[in-house]
């Protein structure tokens, strides 16, 4: 049960590099995104939001394996 506790945790928490690559953007396109330094195009907007889906669902699957290992429906 650690073990998959830790995974769900650490999973929660996806780093910018990560979003960044998972978006096939770069890390400096994405800061500048986030701060307001520039506007995305709409197909980055879906592609950032297609990544943080992904995230979700995988979150989703983790959550569900801890309720199943804590013994709680």
Known sequence: MTGALHKAIEAAFLKQPELARAAGISYH?????????????PAIVKR????????????????????RLSGER
């Open 29 to 41: 396109a994405l800061r500048q995104y986030r701060k307001g330094e520039r506007t995305p195009s």
């Open 48 to 67: 950032i939001a297609k990544a943080l889906r992904e995230q979700g669902a995988k979150l989703g699957k983790l959550a569900a394996e801890l309720e």
